[in-house]
């Protein structure tokens, strides 16, 4: 839906230009913390393009490239772990949303060591549209961890989507669902 498209420019950007004074804040603590605040990460996009995903870097620098549910929770760092809880370390993909990349909902980028996950999206059709930052699969508490359940949700999500759906999901991320992928903070 090209509508969909239009809000998630415009949300971004307007998310992107109220948040930049967090957003530095957020780079000059991060800084400090692990010493490169900013987190680049291989993801499957659209029709399984790969792209660059944007985030706060939450973990140890030589943590492995794996999905979440695998890392260990001691990778966290002390300033990661506040980023986590409270979804700042989300803030960057705005980018990923403004340069049309992502969505601000729809199914998360998996990575392509996921193959189980691959597999099954490509198999519902799931990579016919951009990724997003949250979606059905998140509000659900729905992980990588169970990759077919999460490859049927997404593909409910996208033949349901709708204005309103689309305006539910950010509302109810932003009120405090959308998990998804979570390491369990201590």
Known sequence: MNILRFFDFILSMIGLV???PMLLILVIFGFFDTGAPIFLQKRLGQNQRPFMLIKFRTMREDTASVPT?????????????FVRRNKLDELPQLWNVLTGEMSLVGPRPGLPCHGALTKARAMQGVYSVRPGITGFAQIKGIDMSTPDLLARTDAKMI?????TNYFRCIFLTLIGHGRGDRIKLK
Not at 69 to 81: D, E, P
Not at 159 to 163: G, I, P
Request: no cysteine.
């Open 18 to 20: 109220f948040a930049f």
């Open 69 to 81: 549910h695998l890392v260990n929770s001691s990778a966290i760092t002390g300033f990661g772990r």
């Open 159 to 163: 033949a349901e989507m709708s204005v």
